[in-house]
């Protein structure tokens, strides 16, 4: 059974930074695609950043150059590092795993950027 689990959000001033990591249990991070989605009050779950079995990143273009995702084989994690944080960077950040037919979704943590 894969889980994921999210940790490191929380509150924080327009222009700071924040670290999210994603810890796997049940699978393998390097043989999955592993991304990180979040969600704003009222909006649709959006893609933020993705990185592929073969260590290919893509970032939505809203934080390119500012974010940046990278994965700890050892550790199993996946982590998200988040600079210059703007207001509308607010949201639940989800961790997602996805290999062939199979996804799962962590539960989520709460960033929230402060004008």
């Known amino acids: 059974q894969v889980q994921l689990v999210e940790s490191g959000g929380g509150l924080v001033q327009a222009g700071g930074s924040l670290r999210l990591s994603c810890t796997v249990s049940?699978?393998?991070?390097?043989?999955?695609?592993m991304s990180w989605y979040r969600q704003a009050p009222g909006k649709q779950r959006e893609l933020v950043a993705t990185?592929?079995?073969?260590?290919?990143?893509s970032y939505a273009d809203s934080v390119k150059d500012r974010f940046a995702i990278s994965r700890d084989i050892a550790k199993n994690t996946v982590n998200l590092q988040m600079n210059s944080l703007k207001p509308e960077d607010t949201g639940v950040y989800y961790c997602n795993s996805k290999r062939g037919a199979f996804s799962s979704w962590g539960q989520g943590t709460q960033v929230t950027v402060s004008s």
């Open positions: 049940g699978t393998i991070v390097s043989i999955n695609v």
């Open positions: 990185i592929t079995t073969s260590g290919i990143r």
